[in-house]
């Protein structure tokens, strides 16, 4: 049994693989380059190195503490690194904030110029004239408010322009869900009250263009897109083992099934990369198993990259091609599951230091 | 897990509502159906009223204006909604951009500023400004939640009617604005007799109702929508988990400016609407009782529920503005001692917090809830148990932050 778990060929056979092997030698997905956090006085993750091939499974592992979740948050961008950064298809998505400094002149220069010029004009104009005044008062402000919200809501010329003045923020959680990364949670957090159904097509909200008047008008498009949406998404609860529960409320789904239906939602977003953090915690070994065959079909079939933070060594050994190692917030160890189960650092760090 | 213990079908959440032919009508045609559903109230109202109990407490007309009056509230109860049931963002200063919807008409049809423009065209622009205004107060409160974000909020709610009382060159200070031009109907021309049956009076109220009715009909109709669109479900994803909602792809800092957005453009529909019926405009007409009575209308009508909001904030108006004043007429008809000298209207806060207390004693999803939202309130009090200690009146906010 612990044989057969362990051989890394198994889980993966279907016939997809091999192609992958090669793209692997390729393109590297998701690079995180020398990440580290510190929390005060506590660094939590020291230089840390990870590198996700496109087209494998890659494992995070570690004894508790290690700072394998707060690794993993980094990489998802709901925390910014102390130092180091993450890039994902070759584009920088996670930093340090650089030349953040500029980013206030750019929506406050536009609100000052407009009253520095609106004010003098006006004195011009019209000094008595009440409408005038109330006239400039209002494109003075609008141009404030207008500049701020830019600033607040970031389009993409908004962040464009910082990026052409050499400002870096990095990619906040939706950004991340666009670019192509998917993640579920540790603690399930499933929209309890909405449907299954409903779960997933919020999962697919990035990859869906209809807008406020598009449905305020329910235009043809929108219906589309609904029907196009409730479609894709049946497929996805078909493609995790959901498929007919469309109506179930979320929290009345079993606690396996919750998992599952965490991982339909994230596919619904098309990611490339798809983040799975302790996906068969609180399992049994059956919801195991099927877990452990269901990340391994994901990658067969929708071609996908994973990465995943796991306790459950079977699963780990069983589905990954390779594997690093953290331990007190450093990288200790990286290699195929044979090298790292065999590395005496890791064993160290699992078991303890040999009695000297 | 209680979860499991559930059955399945106890989750089940049917879209239509009711079964049958007649649901199965009105799930797939929503918009015809609101619009059948409410002209058939427009039309029974004023035909209830002419009947004996209803006739005696006063004439048709009068009766016809209180149901217009009632329809601001209705308005703004919808709008609020949006932001409370929808999103589950608190918002006690809701009456601030009613006053906006409403000095905006104000300023551009009155004697004040000499500008008239005509309603039609003002109503959207009051629904406009407003719109903007709730961006620009949301903007500031996106990382807020809960208490946080009902505190600001509420100080929005203040300061609003206390520049519009204390800017006096630009506002005409408490005196408030008056003047203001009654809307006309497009093609006629109504100066000489007001009288007519299709001009806007004050002896008139019949034009009002119907361009309620129609307004209530509009913005149930897009609501309902939005509710059922990518928009409405990021909504309720935020309210129920933000970071997941964040991690899923959804903008949360341009959803919840679209919640404030939408709802205050509603409150600015009302507004215009307001100003142009009661032809006056004045800062204490936007004072915190406002936000309070609207907030109190969504809650026992049932957060959530479109219909049931809609009906809570009817049968609360109708009930403190109408209901109360009949009472005092009716005990004083009858000479009961101590009941005659008691002015009901003056205890009406004292009957809101008994009517809210009970409600969430006995009915904390509110007089007609969501399915949805009853599920919520039910599962967690009955199943879980220590999960959500008590049922929290204004559950979403809270939400959030518990996993």
Redesign the interface.
Known sequence: MTGQAGDPTTPAAPAGTPAVADVRDQEVLLHAKAITKRFGGLVAVNSAELVVPKGSIVSLIGPNGAGKTTFFNVVAGILDPTDGEITFRGRRMVARPERAWIEPFVWFIPAVIAILVLLPLQGVLAPDNIEAQLLVATVALGVLIVSLLMGIVRPPWYDALLHHLGVFKSARPNDMAKAGIGRTFQNIRLFQNMTVLENVMVGMHVRLHSNLLDAALSTPRQAREEARARARARELLELVGLGGRDDVTARNLPYGDQRRLEIARALGAEPVLLLLDEPTAGMNPNETETTRQLIAKLRAELGLTILLIEHDMRVVMGVSDRITVLDHGECIAEGTPEEVRADPRVIEAYLGAPAA | ?S??A?P?N?????RGGVRGPIGAFTSRHR?ITIILGMALVTALLPLIVTLPPLSGFSAQTVWIDSFSKAGIFVLLALGLNVVVGMAGLLDLGYAAFFAIGAYTYAYGASTF?DLHVPFWILLPIGAVVAA?FG??LG?PT?RLRGDYLAIVTLGFGEIVPIVFKNAST?TNGTNGIAGIDRPLVPGMDCMPAAGQALCFGGTAPVPYYVVMAVLITLVLI?LY??QD??????W??IR??E????????????TK??AFALGASTAGLAGVFGASKLVFVSPDQFLFQVSFTVLAMVVLGGLGNMWGVALGAFIIYMIQNVFLKQLNNFFDGFHVPILSDIDFLQYQFLLYGVALVGMMLLRPEGLFPSR??A??LH?SADLAGSDTEGPDPLGPEGRGDE?
Do not use: F, K, P
């Open positions: 897990m979860a499991q559930a399945l106890g989750g089940r959440i049917s918009s500023t903007v961006i620009l903007a996106l630009w897009v929508r939005l669109s990518r928009l409405g479900r990021s309720q994803a129920e988990d970071l997941a909602a964040a991690s899923n792809g959804v903008n949360t800092v341009t400016l679209l949805r939202r599920a919520e599962t996993a």
